[in-house]
């Protein structure tokens, strides 16, 4: 299987360890981890970013750890399509998506685990959440598996749904509105996610764009 080149899209090769926040690198990437290889990707779209397309190349003991935040509001179509190939031997992949959908927003997420016959010994999780903030948007979450090896160890998962209102009841039973309980509920949602921007004055910068996009603040 190859990756589908556009005349923008940009390469990355990635030796050793690297983390890589991804905020507006360009809407179609090639990454390429390098025999033992290790790389922690984070990315968030809806801000300046739209739409997102990543092919990531995993040779033979590369390691990958790939987090996604998506905000979706409004009038806006947003497009992502991760595929993940296990080209080595013994490579693990863990790829997580989650957004947070408002308004008439239009969105599609769609996720590839490719393992040719090369992949032996491969370890991959995909993840797809949605958190519908309303009735209105179209979220359509893809995952998909192409398998060509024997000896693997893949999965993936894909979940929408509204807010618990179960937790929402739990909040405002401790005193909160029910504005301030939506806005900690969605906060905590992507508590583990944000975990991945190692840069500590990055994290809190970032943090707190998404609470002014998110009206969390």
Not at 30 to 59: C, D, M, N, W
């Amino acid at each position: 299987m190859k990756a589908i080149v556009r005349s923008t899209t940009k390469r990355i090769r990635v030796v050793g360890n690297r983390d890589l926040v991804d905020f507006n690198l360009g809407p179609d990437l090639v990454i390429e981890l390098t025999p033992h290889a290790r790389l922690r990707y984070f990315s968030a779209i809806g801000f300046r970013q739209r739409e997102k397309r990543v092919y990531f190349r995993l040779a033979r003991g590369a390691r990958l750890e790939a987090e996604t935040i998506v905000v979706g509001q409004g009038r806006v179509r947003l497009a992502i399509d991760h595929v993940v190939e296990h080209r080595g031997r013994d490579t693990t992949a863990y790829n997580r998506v989650v957004g947070v959908f408002d308004g008439a927003v239009s969105a599609a997420v769609q996720g590839l685990i490719y393992v040719p016959p090369t992949g032996q010994g491969s370890v991959s999780r995909l993840e797809q959440r949605a958190l519908l903030l309303s009735p209105a948007p179209a979220v359509r979450m893809l995952p998909q598996l192409k398998i060509e090896a024997d000896d693997v160890d893949v999965h993936h998962a894909s979940a929408a749904s509204p807010l618990d209102e179960i937790q929402i009841f739990y909040c405002q039973s401790r005193g909160m509105s029910s504005a301030a309980a939506v806005r900690l509920l969605v906060a905590a949602f992507f508590q583990e996610s944000l975990r991945h921007i190692t840069d500590a004055a990055m994290r809190q910068r970032f943090t707190q764009q998404l609470e002014r996009a998110l009206l969390l603040s």
